[in-house]
């Protein structure tokens, strides 16, 4: 079946580093791939997405680029800021999956 | 504000009790979705509903029982819970499989459910 592997936290980060969040996954066929972001007593909240290889989804300065050939979509923000601190879950969907598949989420704390 | 309401957003029940968590949706959508979030845990798919009939169920105990009268509302009717039953549960929806449409999941803020 699908599944999504991303990176373990918790990551701590200092405020205006750089934050890469790795995940990969694997499918069958092209899913459209997402990273979903979900602050403290809330739901999880679409960050960004990707339908197909080599699209850049990209919003609030966090960027993600669909790689195929590795299997990947790793998440990536130039400037971390305290209000970033949230968990990230990577997800994949196929089109014709009933179900997204979620990574188990990675835990960012930016510290000022 | 994601188009997804839950309530209520806190319950504390005992075990002996009944109650339901309602979900509501105004995007138009044809799938929705209860997920388990539990301390320390990967998210848990429950159950999944496509144009009103379930479409699956996750091993889901029989203490958990969803019913969708319609596309745009979701409940899930608790009985005899456990203690280890507290988590948040998370309510989402979608475009359904094989319609035209992004595949983003759009989920409401979730109810804090205690069993004591």
């Known amino acids: 079946g699908d599944s999504v592997t991303q990176m373990e936290g918790p990551v701590t980060l200092s405020e205006e580093a750089f934050l890469t969040i790795n995940c990969t996954y694997t499918a069958t066929g092209y899913p459209s791939l997402f990273w979903y972001v979900q602050y403290p007593g809330e739901g999880l909240q679409l960050l960004l997405k990707a339908t197909k290889a080599d699209d850049k989804g990209s919003n609030k300065g966090f960027e993600a680029t669909y790689r195929k050939e590795t299997t990947s979509f790793h998440l990536e923000k130039g400037s971390v800021q305290v209000s970033d601190s949230a968990v990230y879950f990577c997800a994949s969907r196929g089109t014709n999956a009933g179900k997204s598949t979620f990574g188990d989420g990675t835990t960012l704390t930016v510290k000022p | 504000e994601t188009g997804v309401t839950q309530t209520p957003r806190h319950l504390v029940m005992g075990m002996t009790n009944k109650k339901s968590l309602k979900c509501e949706q105004h995007?138009?959508?044809?799938?929705m979705y209860w997920y388990k979030q539990s301390a320390k845990k990967p998210l848990e798919l429950m159950f999944v509903y496509n144009f009103k009939e379930q479409t699956e169920n996750n091993s889901v105990p029989s203490r958990f029982s969803p019913e969708c009268p319609n596309s745009s509302h979701l409940f899930l009717h608790l009985h005899t819970l456990q203690p280890e039953d507290s988590a948040l549960y998370l309510c989402a929806s979608s475009h359904s499989k094989g319609e035209r449409g992004g595949y983003e999941q759009y989920f409401g803020p979730g109810t804090r459910l205690t069993v004591t």
């Open positions: 995007l138009g959508h044809n799938a």
